[in-house]
């Protein structure tokens, strides 16, 4: 169950980390618009970094506790790298649909809709 959540949580940070900004399509970019842009994209791609190294250390030192004190065997930690592997693409599969925004645990692709994504319109509809 923890390497199913290890595997997800994985491929949401190299998901993340390797996702580039994407321009408004139609709309010109000011030089210092592009400049925010890309400090913005840098500064998710270092807190993805950070995310994915501090996962796979504590994933790696919970594991070899694991083993070194016998709760773990040679065969359980093969047979839970393929639970690892069952989360990273159920993290692919949960992507597939609604631009990240439904299986992105870091809470990033929330904020990475574009700007005409928000219409002025009506948003919800109320029955009369």
């Known amino acids: 169950m923890m390497l199913f959540f290890v595997g997800y ?7 993340l980390l390797i996702r580039e900004p994407e321009p408004t ?4 970019l000011t030089e210092t618009q592009v400049k925010e842009l890309d400090r913005k994209a840098s500064f998710r791609k270092a807190q993805a970094l950070v995310s994915l190294l501090t996962l796979i250390v504590v994933a790696a030192t919970l594991f070899i506790v694991r083993y070194r004190t016998g709760c773990e065997s040679t065969l359980g930690g093969i047979v839970s790298l393929g639970f690892g592997y069952a989360g990273y693409v159920w993290y692919d ?7 990240d925004r ?4 870091f809470g990033v692709a929330n ?8 219409v002025n319109g009506p948003v919800m509809c109320f029955p009369a």
Do not use: F, T, W, Y
């Open 111 to 118: 904020r990475l809709l574009p700007p005409d994504a928000i």
């Open 102 to 105: 439904l299986s992105d645990l």
């Open 93 to 99: 599969l949960l992507s597939a649909v609604g631009q």
């Open 9 to 15: 949580m994985i491929r949401n940070g190299v998901k």
């Open 25 to 28: 399509a139609g709309v010109e």
